[in-house]
C-alpha cells in the first residue's frame, strides 16, 4: 500500500529565511505527486504537483518542489517565506492512472511564521 | 469563478438525528469525493464518485451515505450521526483525462456531535 510521511509535524522560522518541508512516498513506482496548502479555516489549494518529466516543479506562491526517486522524497522548498505562508501543508500521492484509487495524504506539517 | 461550495460550513448536532452536507462543483468534473480530517490522522477518504449514479467506499465510509444523482452535486449523508463523527469534512472534485487526480477541494464543514 502506498504512504506517505511527512516527518516534521511543526516547524517555526522567522520571515525571510528559507524553508524545505519533508515528504517522503512508500510505493513500488513513481506516483503523482502533490503539495497542498491548508490556510487556517479554508480548504486545502493545490500548490503544486510532479507526473513525470522535469523533477524540479514550480509552483504557485513562490513555492517549488524536487523529486528525488532515489531517495522516495518529493521535498517542498521556498527561499524567502512571508507571514502569509503560516499554514499546514500536506504532501499526497497517487498511483498514475489508477482510475478510482483516492490521494493518499501524508498527516501534514503546521507552518509557524515569527517576526 | 470555478469552485467546490459545501453547505454548512458549520454544524453542531446531537446523536441520532439524520443530518445532510451538500458539496456542489460548477467545473463540470466527473470524480467527486469526501474526506474527513482529524488531528494528527490527516485527510482520509470516506467515499468517491466516478460519475453520475457511480459511487464507492474509501478507507472510511462506516456510519456514511452518499448519492450522485446528478453531475454536479454530492451530498454526504449521516443517517444518525455519533460523537466520534465528529471532524471537518472537505468535498472535492477532479476534472477528467490525465490530470483527474489534481483535486480541487470545498471550504470545509466542520460538525460537532454532542
Known amino acids: 500500500a502506498q504512504s506517505v510521511t511527512q516527518p516534521d509535524i511543526h516547524i517555526t522560522v522567522s520571515e525571510g529565511a528559507s524553508l524545505e518541508l519533508r515528504c517522503n512516498y512508500s510505493?513500488?513506482?513513481?506516483?503523482?505527486l502533490f503539495w497542498y496548502v491548508q490556510s487556517p479555516g479554508q480548504g486545502l489549494q493545490l500548490l503544486l504537483k510532479?507526473?513525470?518529466?522535469?523533477?524540479l516543479v514550480q509552483g504557485i506562491k513562490g513555492f517549488e518542489a524536487e523529486f528525488k526517486r532515489s531517495q522516495s522524497s518529493f521535498n517542498l522548498r521556498k527561499p524567502s517565506v512571508h507571514w502569509s505562508d503560516a499554514a499546514e501543508y500536506f504532501c499526497?500521492?497517487?498511483?498514475?492512472?489508477?482510475?478510482?484509487?483516492?490521494?493518499?495524504f501524508g498527516k501534514g506539517t503546521r507552518l509557524s511564521v515569527i517576526a | 469563478e470555478a469552485q467546490v461550495t459545501q453547505n454548512p460550513r458549520y454544524l453542531i448536532t446531537v446523536t441520532g438525528k439524520k443530518l445532510t452536507v451538500t458539496c456542489s462543483q460548477n467545473?463540470?468534473?466527473?470524480?467527486m469525493s469526501w474526506y474527513r480530517q482529524d488531528p494528527g490522522l490527516g485527510l482520509r477518504q470516506i467515499y468517491y464518485?466516478?460519475?453520475?449514479?457511480?459511487?464507492d467506499k474509501g478507507d472510511v465510509p462506516e456510519g456514511y451515505k452518499v448519492s450522485r444523482k446528478e453531475k454536479r452535486n454530492f451530498p454526504l449523508i449521516l443517517e444518525s450521526p455519533s460523537p466520534n463523527q465528529t471532524s471537518l469534512y472537505f468535498c472535492?472534485?477532479?476534472?477528467?483525462?490525465?490530470?483527474?487526480?489534481?483535486?480541487?477541494f470545498g471550504p470545509g464543514t466542520r460538525l460537532t456531535v454532542l
Open positions: 510532479y507526473f513525470s518529466g522535469d523533477t
Open positions: 499526497a500521492v497517487v498511483r498514475p492512472n489508477s482510475g478510482n484509487t483516492p490521494l493518499v
Open positions: 467545473m463540470n468534473h466527473e470524480y
Open positions: 510505493y513500488g513506482a513513481t506516483p503523482y
Open positions: 472535492a472534485s477532479s476534472p477528467p483525462g490525465p490530470s483527474y487526480n489534481e483535486q480541487f
Open positions: 464518485s466516478m460519475n453520475v449514479e457511480v459511487t
